[in-house]
């Protein structure tokens, strides 16, 4: 291959990887877990920024998983209430929309108002303010 060529593709290569991400589940597009500090930083319709230390954008009061965006799940959470987190694999897919003081970890210690088919972690946001 010649160098000119092997270059350009070296350079699309790195150009597609800061402009061709993963925008991440549909719960990441609607903002799912998103830090806040107001109910209008939350900016999908329908979500308030949930009382967790740096806030969280999401639904409260779910019963069922088909209330949750796409990407997340119906957990009943220890507080008593029922909120929509997202779902995860892996704690960075918990912090997309998140600053380092605020992460969310993934946790398998969650329950989940429907039983999952298959072993699920949620992106569980830090308790207090």
Do not use: F, H, M, W
């Given at each position: 291959m010649k160098p000119r060529?092997?270059?350009?593709?070296?350079c699309l290569m790195v150009l597609c990887s800061y402009s061709c991400d993963d925008e991440g589940t549909e719960?990441?597009?609607?903002?799912?877990?998103?830090?806040?500090?107001?109910?209008?930083?939350?900016?999908?319709?329908?979500q308030e920024c949930l009382d967790f230390k740096g806030g969280y954008c999401g639904v409260k009061d779910c019963?069922?998983?088909?209330?949750?965006?796409e990407g997340s799940r119906c957990v009943a959470h220890t507080d008593g209430v029922n909120y929509c987190f997202l779902?995860?694999?892996?704690?960075?897919?918990?912090?997309?929309n998140r600053s380092v003081e605020n992460e969310?970890?993934?946790?398998a210690n969650i329950t989940f108002v429907e039983a999952p088919q298959a072993e699920v972690k949620a992106c569980?946001?830090?308790s207090g303010e």
């Open positions: 060529i092997a270059l350009s593709i070296l719960a990441d597009q609607r903002g799912v877990g998103s830090e806040c500090s107001i109910n209008e930083d939350c900016t999908e319709e329908g019963t069922q998983d088909e209330e949750c965006p779902v995860c694999a892996d704690k960075p897919e918990c912090n997309l969310s970890n993934c946790s569980v946001p830090p």
